[in-house]
């Protein structure tokens, strides 16, 4: 069955430095996503994208980090700065591009970025 | 505000017994539901979905959840669990005007004994 993959599965950085988090998107799939999950904290959405831009964003999701898809198969989070609190799981979803594909959302395994 | 709300951090069941892990929602408009389930170092795995239709829905592994719209919830059910059930399950909701957005509960343990 076709996954999400996303590396690396831990990242360790200082606070301060950039980290681009990886992620290969289901190979047919059209929309894309990134969650966050705090340690023993819910879920929550970051950003969805499609047809190469951001499409809905949360509050979270401010002006240290972006999201870019360089090529036809990755699709990146990228946080410029990092703080203390950016410490999390950070999951990449993909949904496909029909009306019902769209529906489910397939999640990877997560990168678990920790920042010291 | 879309949301979600699952009240236990954990359910504790015996294996054989049926399950239930409890999910009520808030959204305008109709809501579109689903329920994941998170195993150690995986990512969430989709288990089964409500957009339209009967309020009973029948998804992976032999679970099934149950759309109640007076009480506004949507429990995850089995009939007889499994030892292998033990993981982390998440209900989830995004309303049916925006397919973007997904909001997720905080996630409901569930343990099943042998």
């Known amino acids: 069955e076709p996954e999400v993959t996303q590396t690396p599965s831990h990242q360790v950085t200082q606070m301060g430095q950039e980290v681009i988090l990886r992620c290969v998107p289901i190979?047919?799939?059209?929309?894309f996503y990134w969650y966050r999950q705090i340690l023993g904290q819910k879920v929550e959405f970051l950003v969805s994208f499609y047809n190469n831009e951001i499409s809905e964003k949360s509050e979270i999701f401010d002006d240290q980090f972006s999201v870019e898809r360089p090529d036809g198969s990755n699709f990146t989070l990228k946080i410029r700065s990092t703080k203390l609190e950016d410490s999390a799981m950070y999951f990449c979803a993909s949904s496909g591009g029909l009306a019902g594909g769209r529906n489910i959302q397939y999640f990877g395994a997560g990168t678990r970025l920790s920042v010291l | 505000a879309q949301s979600v709300a699952q009240p236990e951090d954990q359910v504790n069941v015996a294996e054989g017994n049926p399950l239930t892990v409890k999910c009520t929602y808030s959204v305008s408009g109709n809501p579109y539901l689903f329920w994941y389930v998170q195993y150690p170092n995986r990512g969430l795995q989709f288990l089964l979905k409500y957009i339209t239709g009967d309020n009973l829905v029948k998804g992976s592994y032999g679970f099934e959840a149950e759309f109640n719209k007076s009480q506004t919830s949507f429990h995850l059910k089995k009939p007889s669990a499994l030892v292998s059930d033990s993981a982390l399950y998440f209900c989830?909701?995004?309303?049916?005007?925006?397919?973007?957005?997904?909001?997720f509960g905080s996630g409901t343990k569930l343990n099943v004994k042998p």
């Open positions: 989830a909701v995004r309303d049916a005007g925006n397919f973007n957005k997904f909001y």
């Open positions: 190979s047919n799939h059209l929309y």
